[in-house]
């Protein structure tokens, strides 16, 4: 609050319980010398607020001047101070110059002002699931979700890190009406009977299952008050009891949901991974297979949906399939590309990470964070913003902090970790394909080509490839994340970070 003017919002419950302490947010309002435009933006935010607070708590919010008035009115509610991340500026929530309000942005803020004491500090979970306070605004892409689901079953892909398993629990967590959730992670089944013994085992462990009996009949009985060594001891046994009959039976577990107009929506983690597991094994029959039942059971007069989630590869890891298998099941989907997050949204998150972690950054120095990252992929924001926290906690930052520490510890040897998956991921390209796929992405760091000079690339190793080898090369790539076409129609690294990191130590790391 130094050197600024401010609001305190304060929100308490009418009926504390327990441990139930006053909420409290301070907003900054750096821009506003005008008193009378002070008074507007707090009129309109305060209304705001008013609207998103539940019955059974009051709301209250003091103008501060200056630093005393903020201990002033802390002591006056026995708060010990301000929580870290509940330090905002206004212009997350609306324009400083007219006073117009965000109601939507302010209904999010007022909603954190009444959630639980453990969730009210964002944690830095780089590349783990975000759930709770630490999901960022991906309501636009959950909206979107919703209304697909009413049309069909959905196939949502983007490429890894891109924050599918987070939007998929943010389903569970929320789930549209009027669809029951069931999630099941399969990343690790290496086969058709594993992957259906998953998908069995999660809707068993749901609550809501009790109440369809004619599904438990088929499915088995509810697990869902089972711990974990159960559930996966429930796996196994369904896996080695299915392993010639898995399709029969995920059949009759779906016409079981489908006939008693059960509107469950089946969330399927990671289904990629299933695929390149089967194709690294060479068991073509059973990959395509596995894509048949799945094409089956995503019929569109199904009272249940399906939404499969995948990096965005899936296409390439299914190329050499028989075609019309492939078609049916793309076209047994609504396909959802995930794109990354808004700039803003990008912003918001890596102003609330570092405040959690006792930095306040200025907006030259969000300008430099965002800028050196590039496009906003939660990983790559969440990675920064942690290395920012260990190495500058308690103090100052300055943009020139910010390129600092990108330059020399995000670029850095002692990072290489963070990036393993990207440096390598060529390696699982056919043998013949590995080193033309690194040739493109070194060449590529130097800024965008045409296509035609990228296939110059390729047949500079691979003299015989035909055009069609190099399309579908660079679709890998533009799937695996690595590169994208600009507006002009070029190629180029869709992600600044990757491009600045391949430069760097690309292919000395693709050879680690």
């Not at 299915?242 to 949901?257: D, I, M, P, Q, R």
């Amino acid at each position: 609050m130094r050197r600024t003017q401010g609001i305190l919002f304060v929100a308490q419950p009418l009926d504390p319980v327990g441990e139930d302490a006053p909420r409290v947010l301070v907003v900054t309002l750096p821009d506003l010398a005008d008193s009378l435009r002070y008074a507007e933006v707090r009129n309109g935010v305060e209304d705001a607020f008013v609207d998103a607070m539940p019955t059974g708590w009051r709301f209250a919010s003091h103008g501060l001047l200056d630093p005393r008035d903020l201990e002033h009115e802390l002591a006056a509610l026995g708060s010990p101070g301000v929580p870290p991340g509940r330090v905002c500026d206004i212009e997350d929530f609306c324009d400083p110059q007219t006073g117009a309000v965000n109601e939507a942005a302010v209904a999010r803020l007022g909603r954190r002002l009444r959630e639980d004491a453990p969730h009210l500090r964002p944690r830095l979970t780089v590349g783990t699931i975000a759930r709770g306070a630490n999901f960022h605004d991906r309501e636009n892409a959950l909206e979107e979700i919703a209304a697909s689901l009413v049309e069909g079953h959905v196939l949502l892909t983007a490429p890894r890190r891109f924050g599918k398993s987070s939007l998929l629990y943010a389903l569970t967590d929320q789930p549209p009406a009027p669809w029951l959730p069931a999630l099941a992670d399969v990343e690790d089944a290496t086969s058709p009977a594993e992957l259906v013994a998953k998908v069995v085992v999660a809707l068993r462990r749901t609550a809501w299952l009790t109440d369809f009996p004619e599904v438990l009949a088929a499915a088995g009985p509810c697990l869902k008050d089972a711990g974990f060594r159960e559930v996966e001891a429930a796996e196994r046994e369904l896996a080695r009891e299915h392993e010639g009959t898995w399709a029969n039976y995920l059949n009759e577990v779906f016409a079981a949901l489908s006939a008693g107009q059960v509107p469950a929506l089946l969330l399927m983690d990671e289904f990629a991974w299933v695929i390149e597991h089967l194709r690294e094994a060479g068991d073509e029959e059973q990959t395509a297979a596995l894509v048949r039942a799945l094409t089956q059971v995503a019929a569109p007069e199904a009272s249940y949906r399906l939404l499969i989630a995948g990096s965005a590869n899936l296409g390439s890891l299914l190329h050499g399939l028989p075609e019309p298998v492939v078609e049916a099941f793309f076209g047994a989907f609504h396909r959802f590309p995930l794109p990354p997050m808004a700039p803003a949204a990008g912003r918001e998150l890596v102003r609330t990470v570092l405040a959690a972690n006792g930095l306040y950054p200025s907006s030259e120095v969000l300008d430099a964070i965002l800028g050196c990252i590039g496009t906003p992929i939660p990983y790559f924001l969440q990675l920064f913003a942690s290395r920012i926290v260990e190495h500058a906690a308690g103090d100052e930052l300055a943009a020139a902090d910010v390129q600092r520490l990108y330059e020399g510890d995000l670029l850095g040897p002692d990072s290489k970790r963070f990036f393993e998956h990207y440096t390598r991921a060529a390696n699982c390209y056919p043998a013949d394909w590995q080193a033309p796929a690194r040739d493109i992405l070194t060449h590529l760091t130097g800024g965008p080509a045409a296509a035609e000079s990228l296939t110059a690339v390729i047949r500079r190793m691979l003299p015989a490839a035909t055009d069609a080898d190099a399309e579908q090369l660079l679709a890998l790539l533009e799937e695996d994340l690595y590169i994208g076409k600009n507006a002009a129609g070029n190629f180029e690294f869709t992600s600044k970070v990757l491009r600045d990191w391949w430069q760097r130590h690309g292919r000395l790391g693709a050879s680690a």
